[in-house]
Structure formats: structure tokens, C-alpha cells
């Protein structure tokens, strides 16, 4: 191994990443080398290539970015135990601190002091990644390196689907970007009855439609009430998931949901919105706000799923060699794609 290696990182204040050439990480006690094979880009890497007022809040610079990834491990701290040289690998991208209460409770996706690879510390975008091997999460034969490299949104789609019993139930889904996609694709294997997505943008709709079986909703063509009535629900939705951010579709979410419905929101809006709150009252509405993954369970069943026939494939629409990025941020950023996927190895 030489001790250069490339990685795609934010170095200037401004829009764009650069492909650079940086030191191979140096591990410490407890950590693990993984040789990167495949990334995704998440739209929070979007965020970072605009630049935008969170990203400039957020991200120091320089910074090696992206936290999707699969890889084998390729050298191993002198610490740690049960690891192996050669075992294929993704992992969680938040790096957790030990010493809150959620912590040491073992809620380690609610540690106020976490940190994210590729946000605050040396991302994934890279030939070789460095992560605590508490991190490291050991991928089955049968999720290859792409499907590996699309587990930590597919974990967010997991947690939030998984937030309450679908069974049985009518879900609906606002925003048929990869998440809300797969999301959708979890409440039918999960046993809903009815999953319906909506979006504005058709061309996410009609991905939705190829990925999982679902009813898509156009919102800006189509009444949602009159769907309902097409496939005979009577009171309403049981269950919302918010993955769009979107304030009216968050209002949609409400004036559709049954009385003492339940909405799990994972889409998070560009600031503050306002919210009617009396209907949510009145309707008697449980509301749970949903970060990230739960540490390590969502890791669990999600990969148990996947054994077990949920198939997510489709939601990428866009492969690339890692030198051809710029093809791969212009997809994501022309905001029809579903997952991109860059290729290192
Ligand atoms: P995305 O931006 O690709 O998809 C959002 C979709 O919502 C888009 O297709 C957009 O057209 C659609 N939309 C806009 N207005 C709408 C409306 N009125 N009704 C229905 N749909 C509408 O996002 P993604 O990558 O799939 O992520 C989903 C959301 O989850 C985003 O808001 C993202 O920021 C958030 N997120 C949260 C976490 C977390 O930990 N809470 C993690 C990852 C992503
Ligand atoms: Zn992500």
C-alpha cells in the first residue's frame, strides 16, 4: 500500500469538491482501515458541494467528505477483537461519544455528541476510511458492495418506517426521494395494507412505481382525497412518514391522517415553519421526530430484510467511476435521480 491515496474533499469555502491526493488515515487502538469500494452520494453531500448557510455553519475545511460506503477491512487496531482482515464492511457514519445519558443507557443514536464522518471528521469519499471498529458493521454475502453502500439512507428509511406498527395499516408517504422510496418499500414488507408516496416531481414517482409496489400520487395534479375514496379507505391514513420537508406536505399529512394517527418525521424543512398545531390536537396525533439510525438495531433488521427478500436496487438509477463524480453530483443535483453510486475500486 502506498501511503497516498485519493479522496474527493471540500478544500475551499465555496461551491464544488475537489479530487485530491491525501495521506492514507493512520489508525489508532481501536480502530479499523477499510479500502473504500463503493459510496453513495446523500443529499447531505449535496449540501456540502452548494455550500449552503448550514453547510458553512457545519463543515470545516478541509474535509474529506461522504459517510455512505462499503469496503473490506484492511488493517485492524491492536485492541480490537472479532474482526477480521478481508471481512467486507459498511458502517455507521456517526461516531458516538460514551459519556451522555442516552449513551450509557445504550441509545447511542441519541448521544447529544456525536459526531458525523464526512460532515465534522474525515469522510468516506475515499480509497481508504478510518472508523472505530464499534462502527464497523459486518455485510453478508448476499448484500453486495452498492447495496452495502446505500444502507445508511436506507437505514434512515428503516428507522423511520419501523417508528410505528404497519401492519395491516394504510401509510402514506410524502416525498419520493431514495428515502421515501424505500421507506415505501419497508411498509410493504412489513405488511401494510396501503402505501401511498407523494411528490411533485413525476419522474420520482414513476421511480417509486419500478422500486416498490405502491400507489403514487402526484400532488400537484391529483387530490389525495379522491385516491383515498379510489381504494375505498374511509377515515383516513393510519400511519404518515414525512420525507419531503416540506411544509405543505406535512399539512396534507395531517388533513389525511384517521383520528389518533400516528406520523414519524424524518424530512427536515429548510427553517422554520409554521404549523397548525389545534389540528393536531384535535385529530389527537402523535408526532416522533427521527434522527439518523438507531445503533445498532435499525443495522440489524434492515440487513435481516434484506435477507429476507425486501429489494431496494432499484432506487439507483445512476453508476459512476469515482473519477467521473462531476456526472454523479449533477445527477443527484438535477434532483430526478434516485441513489448515485460511485464506483473506487
Ligand atoms: P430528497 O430531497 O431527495 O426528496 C424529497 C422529495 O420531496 C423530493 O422528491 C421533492 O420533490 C418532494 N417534495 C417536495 N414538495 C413536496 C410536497 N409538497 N409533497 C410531497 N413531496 C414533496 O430527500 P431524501 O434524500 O429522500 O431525504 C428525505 C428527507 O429526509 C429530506 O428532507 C432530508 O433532508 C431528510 N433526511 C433526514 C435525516 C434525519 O436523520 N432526520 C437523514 C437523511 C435525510
Ligand atoms: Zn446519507
Known amino acids: 500500500m502506498t501511503n497516498q491515496m485519493k479522496a474527493l474533499a471540500k478544500t475551499k469555502p465555496e461551491p464544488g469538491l475537489w479530487m485530491i491526493h491525501a495521506p492514507v488515515p493512520e489508525i489508532g487502538p481501536d480502530d479499523v482501515l477499510i479500502k473504500i469500494n463503493k459510496t453513495g452520494i446523500c443529499g447531505t453531500d449535496i449540501h456540502i458541494w452548494n455550500w449552503d448557510a448550514w453547510a458553512e455553519r457545519t463543515v470545516p475545511v478541509p474535509l474529506i467528505t461522504g459517510h455512505e460506503f462499503a469496503g473490506e477491512i484492511v488493517e485492524i487496531g491492536r485492541n ?144 389525495l382525497k379522491e385516491v383515498e375514496t379510489g381504494l375505498r379507505m374511509k377515515e383516513g391514513f393510519d400511519v404518515g412518514l414525512e420525507m419531503s420537508g416540506n411544509q405543505q406536505a406535512l399539512d396534507q399529512m395531517v388533513e389525511n391522517l384517521v383520528m389518533g394517527g400516528r406520523i414519524a ?21 402523535t408526532i416522533k421526530g427521527v434522527y439518523g439510525r438507531e445503533i445498532f438495531e435499525t443495522w440489524y433488521k434492515m440487513i435481516a430484510m434484506l435477507e429476507n427478500g425486501l429489494d431496494v436496487r432499484g432506487v439507483i438509477t445512476h453508476r459512476f467511476k469515482v473519477d467521473d463524480f462531476v456526472q454523479g453530483f449533477d445527477a443527484m443535483r438535477g434532483g430526478s435521480s434516485g441513489k448515485v453510486v460511485l464506483d473506487w475500486t
Open 80 to 223: 480490537v477483537e472479532g474482526l477480521e482482515i478481508g471481512q467486507r464492511c459498511s458502517g455507521e457514519g456517526h461516531l458516538i461519544g460514551k459519556k451522555s445519558r442516552q449513551s450509557r443507557a445504550g441509545k447511542f443514536h441519541l448521544d447529544p455528541a456525536t459526531r458525523g464522518i464526512g460532515v465534522n471528521e474525515q469522510g468516506a469519499f475515499a480509497q481508504y476510511l478510518k472508523l472505530p471498529a464499534f462502527n464497523v458493521v459486518p455485510l453478508p454475502d448476499a448484500i453486495d458492495d452498492e447495496i452495502g453502500a446505500i444502507l445508511d439512507p436506507l437505514g434512515n428509511a428503516v428507522h423511520t418506517a419501523l417508528s410505528f406498527d404497519l401492519v395491516g395499516e394504510d401509510v402514506l408517504i410524502t416525498g419520493a426521494g431514495p428515502i421515501g422510496i424505500m421507506a415505501a418499500a419497508v411498509a410493504r414488507h412489513v405488511g401494510a395494507r396501503h402505501v401511498v408516496i407523494t411528490d411533485i416531481n413525476q419522474d420520482r414517482l414513476d421511480l417509486a412505481a419500478r422500486v416498490a409496489d405502491v400507489v403514487p400520487v402526484n400532488v400537484a395534479r391529483q387530490d
Open 265 to 285: 418525521l424524518l424530512g427536515i424543512p429548510p427553517g422554520k415553519s409554521p404549523v397548525d398545531w389545534s389540528r393536531i390536537v384535535f385529530k389527537a396525533i
